[in-house]
């Protein structure tokens, strides 16, 4: 079992940037994926990101490509969304997941492992 905490989440304008990180123990760290989500209230837990156990892979939801950067630091257990150019759509509350495989994959059904959530809003 993998325990997930998530930190960074906040309120910023438009156009801002915000840089969410999700910290890891249990498991050992560099042989799963990471993935993030987000939820908005009254609608499903949408894929965001994922990245693969070693960092060589990434996928990236098309609301979000080009715009927010997944990483991971796998001597400090813990995985980054960087998330530039925000816009009001992107408010929601985000959750870091650890995946069931070494891949990145973007199945809800793929991750076991889910933090608490951060809440970020972006304002127009």
């Known amino acids: 079992q993998v325990q997930l905490a998530e930190s960074g989440g906040g309120l910023v304008q438009a156009g801002g940037s915000l840089k969410l990180s999700c910290a890891a123990s249990?498991?050992?760290?560099?042989?799963?994926?990471m993935g993030w989500f987000r939820q908005a209230p009254g609608k499903p837990r949408d894929f965001v990101a994922s990245?693969?156990?070693?960092?060589?892979?990434?996928i990236y939801a098309d609301s979000v490509k080009g715009r927010f950067t997944i990483s991971r630091d796998n001597a400090n257990n813990t995985v980054y969304l960087q998330m530039n150019s925000l816009k009001p759509e992107d408010t929601a509350v985000y959750y870091c997941?650890?995946?069931?495989?070494?891949?990145?994959?973007?199945?809800?059904?793929?991750?076991?492992?889910w933090g608490q959530g951060a809440q970020v809003t972006v304002s127009s």
């Open positions: 997941a650890a995946g069931k495989s070494p891949s990145a994959l973007r199945m809800l059904a793929s991750f076991g492992s």
């Open positions: 249990g498991r050992v760290f560099n042989s799963y994926g």
């Open positions: 990245i693969s156990y070693s960092g060589a892979n990434t």
